[in-house]
T-cell receptor, first 117, second 111 residues
Framework: GAVVSQHPSRVICKSGTSVKIECRSLDFQATTMFWYRQFPKQSLMLMATSNEGSKATYEQGVEKDKFLINHASLTLSTLTVTSAHPEDSSFYIC?????????????FGPGTRLTVL | KNQVEQSPQSLIILEGKNCTLQCNYTVSPFSNLRWYKQDTGRGPVSLTIMTFSENTKSNGRYTATLDADTKQSSLHITASQLSDSASYICVVTDSWGKLQFGAGTQVVVTP
């Protein structure tokens, strides 16, 4: 149990376009989902936390208008990178947690490799 | 300053040999510590989890230790296999559920 999927696994887009990444919890209801980005040879950096039905909470330095997050259901969250630029190229990983607060394991998705040309 | 420091940054070991990875943390208040394995181009997969009262936890050839007094943890890999080549990430969760990630140790197992 506790499987999280992401789609697509890889995406290449032109500069200026928008890209949507989906994160799904396949066998459990995820009250809270998290979005991370990871640069080569670096660890995961939390971008934002989203609870189902409410606005996402963004980490300091993350542009909310550039990285749009929607958590419309208990099994789906989406991250849209708007007007993508080459510096947005990165590995984006989502995670999902059953509970809305405190502890509870986060289950990570397989990641999405975004390349902006 | 990162609240979770891992060492070494990378290491190369021969297949069949053992190795130990280190994690020091300053996260407080502490809830739990997990070791994750992350294959290249994949998401992290949990290997072990330890709470304050646990000193050691095993998962197959992986054995993690925790000293909550000195705020140190280690991950020992026994009889390494080629498939163990990956990044190993130490993640400490505070009492509010916030995760602090180490930068990871890149392990390369060679034939």
């Amino acid at each position: 149990g506790a499987v999280v999927s992401q789609h697509p696994s890889r995406v290449i887009c032109k500069s200026g376009t928008s890209v949507k990444i989906e994160c799904r919890s396949l066998d459990f209801q995820a009250t809270t989902m998290f979005w991370y980005r990871q640069f080569p040879k670096q660890s995961l950096m939390l971008m934002a936390t989203s609870n189902e039905g409410s606005k996402a909470t963004y980490e300091q330095g993350v542009e909310k208008d550039k990285f749009l997050i929607n958590h419309a259901s208990l099994t789906l969250s989406t991250l849209t990178v708007t007007s993508a630029h080459p510096e947005d190229s990165s590995f984006y990983i989502c995670s999902a947690r059953r509970t809305s607060g405190g502890g509870g394991e986060q289950f990570f998705g397989p990641g999405t490799r975004l390349t902006v040309l | 300053k990162n609240q979770v420091e891992q060492s070494p940054q990378s290491l190369i070991i021969l297949e069949g040999k053992n190795c130990t990875l280190q994690c020091n943390y300053t996260v407080s208040p502490f809830s739990n510590l997990r070791w994750y394995k992350q294959d290249t181009g994949r998401g992290p997969v949990s290997l072990t989890i330890m709470t304050f009262s646990e000193n050691t936890k095993s998962n197959g050839r992986y054995t993690a230790t925790l000293d909550a007094d000195t705020k140190q943890s280690s991950l020992h890999i026994t009889a390494s296999q080629l498939s163990d080549s990956a990044s190993y990430i130490c993640v400490v969760t505070d009492s509010w559920g916030k995760l602090q990630f180490g930068a990871g140790t890149q392990v390369v197992v060679t034939p």
